[in-house]
């Protein structure tokens, strides 16, 4: 009986390995905002400024010029080019730029 609990804690040990490893690494590659994952190299656009993803690192501010995937707002992450509503604001709107940032429109500006 001893040695086929040994067997299977074995088996058991041998074939999880590779999975947890494989989590590692890709942790160690990814930044993550919620439950929202970014390659190395990717910018977007955080409050006033522009954050990049690096490997093994995470986040680091990065220059204005650097490309960004979108912008984000309490959390939820929107393309660039983006345009959603404010909340208890029926007059404006925002939308996601090149830069990362978001800027005001009226509602009413005929998208």
């Known amino acids: 009986m001893r040695p086929t609990r040994l ?24 930044c993550w905002v919620g439950d929202v994952t970014f390659s190395a190299g990717m910018g977007i656009g955080a409050g006033d400024s522009t954050a990049v993803c ?24 929107s393309s660039v080019g983006a345009v959603v509503g404010i909340r208890n604001n029926d007059t404006l709107l925002l939308q996601c730029g090149a830069n990362g940032a978001w800027t005001t429109m009226p509602a009413n500006a005929g998208l």
């Open 7 to 30: 067997v299977l804690g074995c088996l058991l040990v041998f074939l999880c390995g590779p999975v947890v490893a494989q989590e590692a690494s890709i942790r160690e590659t990814r």
């Open 54 to 77: 690096e490997a093994g690192t995470g986040w680091k501010a990065a220059s204005a010029d650097t490309p960004v995937v979108g912008c984000l707002l309490e959390g939820e992450l």
